[in-house]
């Protein structure tokens, strides 16, 4: 079956170039050799990408769609987007909107196995957004990081994680910070009876990060972060199938590429995670409330039935937002705010975070 991935350029070009820059586009996303080296015919109609549609978007930008043979993906992570924006990223004046995948893919990688719905689940909280914080900052040891979690969970948030820049460096070791930040939740959990997750932020090599996930089963964790650009979409996949227990959420970390964010959305859950964390328009990152709005789309809209990621927005956000926040991503999101808690005093952190949560609480029924 000679199914197509449709994919969407924005390139810069001259009116009388853009056909033979599209067609040019297209080889080299297919089969990145002159037509003239290609003697077999099932390439030639087959494998080689076609031209479907260019559109002048005005001010010397065009939209050109080409699409490609699924084929080509051989069922690996990392292939489809090399398939995708391989050598096509080498050009300056090309960027990748979008895409469409063709239902065998869809199938092929599955999705997220948990999903929003069961995020929810686990905090309790079936009618109300969901709560998240960040430990930070770098420097802090296993257990002063621990102390955090530990105010941040008796203030009720429902994900405590790791902060992206936490790893495995000396002064907070992942074995050291796993078991000390695990039992501070556990035991503030204990204490409020309301349940919440500790997160911790996958790292290394995939050997590294299959013993990190055995050492945080152990440690009754269920939910981690993974940055997929850093660690690679194809391990995101192949943790989505070894360890179907565990809830992913990913990390933008270094998707500030000629890539649209709505597409990183949709392949990150595509590959498998259950929640993607994105910034905020207003915040430290200049996103814009209609990428956000695509980002949404791709998160919790239909896809052949996948299950739907949740939304985190999150990057510079205060208490004083919560409210424009719940407007805009209503009960089905998690709302991230790190550094705007962490800032208060240490003797006030806990009544900071409990009004946090409270705030969410409230405006999610109104």
Known sequence: ???????????????????????AIAIEQSVEAPLSAIRDPWILSDIIGE????????DGLFSVRVDLAAATVGEDAGQLVNMLFGNTSLYEDVTLDD???????????????HGASRLRARASARARALTCSALKPQGLSAEELALLAYKLALGGIDYIKDDHGLANQSYSPFEERLPACAASVR?????????????PNLCGHLGEIEHQLDLAREEGCDTVMIAPMIAGVSTLAALREGYPDF???AHPAMTGTRISPYLFARLFR????????????????????????????????????????????????????????????????????????????????VEETAAFTRVVAEHSYK
Request: glycine residues 12%; proline residues 8%; charged residues 25%.
């Open 99 to 113: 895409a469409i995948f063709p239902e065998s893919l869809l199938d092929t990688f599955g999705g997220p196995r």
């Open 187 to 199: 035991r503030a959990a204990a204490e409020t009876g309301k349940p919440a997750r500790y997160v």
């Open 247 to 249: 809830a992913f959420i």
């Open 1 to 23: 079956m000679n199914e197509r991935l449709q994919v969407f350029y924005h390139i810069r070009s001259d009116a009388s170039a853009i056909e033979e820059r599209a067609r």
């Open 51 to 58: 031209v479907a549609a260019i559109k002048d978007l005005g």
């Open 270 to 349: 595509l590959f498998g995670a259950d929640a993607f964390i994105f910034p905020n328009p207003g915040g430290r990152f200049g996103f814009t409330k209609n990428a956000c709005g695509k980002i949404i789309e791709a998160l919790r809209g239909p896809l052949f039935g996948l299950k739907a990621s949740l939304p985190v927005p999150a990057g510079g956000m205060s208490l004083e937002r919560v409210p424009e926040l719940l407007d805009t991503y209503g009960r089905d999101a998690m709302l991230l705010i790190g550094g705007a808690l962490l800032s208060a005093p240490p003797e006030k952190l």
